[in-house]
């Protein structure tokens, strides 16, 4: 004889997940991993005037891209991050401490972006304010999934 798996309580499967980030959340302040940012820059490029009479392509020749934007250069931005105090904090790689600033203030030329995920971690699980609203169950690759909307509380 079979039984069937007993069916979870949503609020009970919510409060077990947010108990395990939780925990996750407060150790990350005891890591330090490097973040590697790869930045292209792209130009547009003029389209180019036909000439009076074209001259036919090469056999061989791969058609003209149709996107007028042309990559440029590229660049490679390392960090190290660290969370402290639910904040992200920045440093490069190999100096004595880590700073404070905003890092659009250490990285100063170029588009920047962080991986804001422990704190953001941490903000939603760990802090008052948040609701979460039961949206249903699914199943994905034989395991069942269950999806929750959240919405902040003004307090």
């Not at 490069?92 to 962080?114: M, Q």
Request: net charge neutral; glycine share 6%; proline share 10%.
């Amino acid at each position: 004889m079979a039984y069937g798996q007993a069916a979870h309580d949503p609020q009970a499967v919510l409060d077990a997940a947010r108990s395990r980030l939780q925990a996750m959340a407060q150790n990350l302040e005891k890591y330090v991993c490097v973040e590697t940012i790869n930045r292209s820059y792209y130009q547009r490029v003029a389209p180019r005037k036909a000439p009076a009479t074209p001259a036919p392509p090469p056999a061989c020749a791969p058609p003209p891209p149709n996107d007028p934007y042309q990559l440029a250069t590229t660049d490679r931005v390392r960090l190290e991050v660290t969370v402290s105090q639910g904040a992200e904090l920045h440093s490069w790689p190999g100096a004595t401490r880590f700073d404070e600033r905003n890092v659009d203030d250490l990285i100063r030329n170029g588009p920047v972006s962080t991986g804001s995920f422990g704190a953001y971690l941490n903000s939603i699980f760990g802090q008052p304010g948040v609701a979460y609203q039961y949206k249903g169950e699914q199943t994905a690759n034989g395991k069942t999934l269950y999806e929750y909307a959240l919405s902040l509380i003004h307090i």
